[in-house]
């Protein structure tokens, strides 16, 4: 049996404002989906990102409980270059979510940023720098 990587799942507690910040990374969901208890998209690459509302995924688990303590997962979106970094940073932050850490220098080569999607999840911004 040949197993591939195919999907990522997150919890949304309010599902219109989470797919709106992620339309402001890019990604094409459609606008009906807002009301959906569960939406996915395949985006660049192929790999299907998912959102479930907490009372979808409570009707599947009656016992599941959102993670405390610190995050669990993070996504990251390559923006293309550093300026356009610094530019989404201020674009997502401006929107009104939260950043989690403002555009740096990375020691690995890379500007970097994190915001926070509207449930807590960090996502990262991040482009390499060339030469």
């Given amino acids: 049996m040949t197993m591939q990587f195919s999907a990522l799942g997150l919890v949304a507690d309010d599902m219109a404002k989470t797919l709106a910040f992620y339309r402001l990374l890019g990604l094409d969901i459609p606008a009906g989906a807002d009301a959906e208890p569960h939406v996915d998209v395949i985006v660049p690459g192929g790999v299907r990102l998912m959102w479930d509302t ?20 993070a996504l990251a979106f390559d923006c293309g270059s550093p300026a356009a970094v610094d530019s989404a940073y201020a674009e997502i932050t401006a929107a009104g979510h939260a950043g989690h850490h403002a555009p740096w220098d990375a020691p690995w080569g890379q500007r970097y940023a994190t915001v926070l999607d509207p449930d807590g999840n960090p996502v990262d911004l991040f482009a390499t720098f060339t030469s």
């Fill in 54 to 73: 907490a009372e979808a995924v409570r009707s599947i688990d009656p016992t599941w409980k959102p993670p405390s303590g610190g995050h669990r997962v």
